[in-house]
């Protein structure tokens, strides 16, 4: 049976996929994830989780972000005046995921994508 | 316990306590070798990649733990060389079980052993926590807080194993085979250098009394999994003193081994003897630098 690994790497980060591991039940599984994936990188804490209850949607299936201009959704689109230093940052967080979006749409479409 | 006056700094011991001293560290730093010794045997053959993995790291582990503690020895003047590679395999002071052949292809006998093993270094490394010589004091911590995963591993195979019958078969077989020679870790090196590591308080248990508590531990272990302790011929209450007890011909302890010893000797100096070395590399700072 797989068990898919995730690392966190200090308190409070997301625990990432690192990888997977052969073991018959979990606590098997925790046991040779400590070893094969948190022994030569610093790590607070480890999750496993069965290979097959993990649910997957990819580019196949379904149109992440949909087909349309989205850009009436972000907040950015009104930034019209001098705002909260608390707004600006989220104003700026947000410009740079829609930069983000656009570089990889254009990739998308380069790569023949429709 | 409390911690009894605490002994001087190496050079400065009398002839007697650095004897004590040294026999305490033999036992410790020549067990963790050899047993490392013989896991990395299973290398590329155990069950599966991660049980490869898993004794690989235990291994690993014990060696760094003989590394912190032939290094104390090396503060009476001796060198790695004549502590690891060129030391006479008839002087070396580790338990028989460590030195004990795998029965071929048989990942029980390594978890056994490892169980055993484990259990009782546990026990052996708790009582030094106060010893009264603080170059060993300063180093428990560190070891110690490697071991539980050692014992996790060796108790997480060996319920899954007595799960099926040919898995309890195989636990029943390594420990009706390993059990007598476990008992040796206890068994002293001298009568009377084993007393006086206990006066000098290099140790606040005695063997006789860790063995006891080791028992206290292992045999309910291996009952609960329905492996049968009756052929090892405990005795009753266990509370006899070590002498008394029935240990196999060769005790390892008292630098007598069994001729599985020599052969495994010969193998891990083999390089260094055919390239004529006279010293060990080193790639790694003292661990007082560390």
């Not at chain 1, 989205?70 to 740079?96: G, L, M």
């Not at chain 2, 009398?14 to 010794?37: G, S």
């Not at chain 2, 071991?147 to 996790?152: G, I, V």
């Not at chain 2, 007890?245 to 302890?253: A, W, Y």
Request: glycine content about 4%.
């Amino acid at each position: 049976m797989i068990w898919e690994v995730f690392r966190q790497e200090n308190a409070g980060d997301y625990h990432e996929h690192c990888g997977n591991v052969h073991a018959p039940d979990r606590e098997m599984a925790l046991m040779f994830a400590e070893v094969q994936h948190a022994r030569r990188k610093p790590t607070n804490s480890l999750w496993v989780a069965p290979k097959d209850e993990i649910g997957e949607v990819d580019t196949e299936d379904a149109k992440f972000g949909g087909t349309t201009d989205k850009s009436y959704r972000w907040a950015v689109t009104y930034d019209f005046e001098a705002a909260a230093s608390e707004v600006e940052e989220s104003t700026d967080e947000q410009a740079e995921a829609d930069r983000r979006r656009k570089v990889q749409q254009e990739k998308q479409e380069a790569q023949g994508g429709d | 316990m409390a911690v009894k006056e605490s002994l001087p700094a190496p050079d400065e011991l009398t002839d007697e306590q650095q004897e004590a001293v040294e026999h305490l560290l033999y036992r410790l730093a020549d067990d963790e070798f050899v047993v490392a010794e013989r896991y990395t045997e299973w290398q590329v053959r155990s069950p599966t990649l991660e049980s490869d993995l898993a004794l690989a790291n235990i291994a690993q582990d014990e060696l760094g733990h003989a590394r912190l503690w032939y290094d104390l020895l090396e503060d009476f003047g001796y060198t790695e060389s004549e502590l690891v590679w060129e030391r006479d395999p008839s002087e070396w002071r580790h338990s028989t079980l460590v030195e004990q052949p795998f029965a071929e292809g048989d990942w029980a006998d390594a978890i056994v052993r490892s169980y055993l093993y484990d259990q009782a270094e546990y026990i052996r490394l708790e009582a030094l926590e106060e010893s009264s010589y603080p170059r060993i004091r300063d180093r428990i911590q560190k070891i110690i807080q490697e071991e539980d995963y050692h014992r996790e591993h060796a108790e997480n195979w060996m319920s899954r194993l007595a799960e099926e019958k040919q898995g309890l078969e195989r636990l029943q077989t390594a420990f009706d085979r390993l059990f007598p020679y476990a008992l040796t870790l206890f068994a002293p090196t001298d009568e009377d250098v084993e007393d006086r590591i206990d006066e000098l308080g290099l140790r606040s248990d005695p063997l006789d009394v860790m063995r006891e508590e080791w028992l206290d531990v292992v045999v309910p272990f291996f009952e609960d999994l329905g492996v049968s302790v009756d052929d090892a011929e405990l005795p009753e209450q266990y509370d006899v003193h070590h002498s008394e007890f029935d240990l196999p011909e060769h005790v390892g302890r008292d630098q007598s081994h069994t001729d599985a010893w020599f052969d495994l000797q010969e193998e891990f100096t083999h390089t260094y003897q055919k390239l004529d070395r006279h010293e060990a590399n080193r790639i790694m700072k003292d661990p007082d630098e560390a």
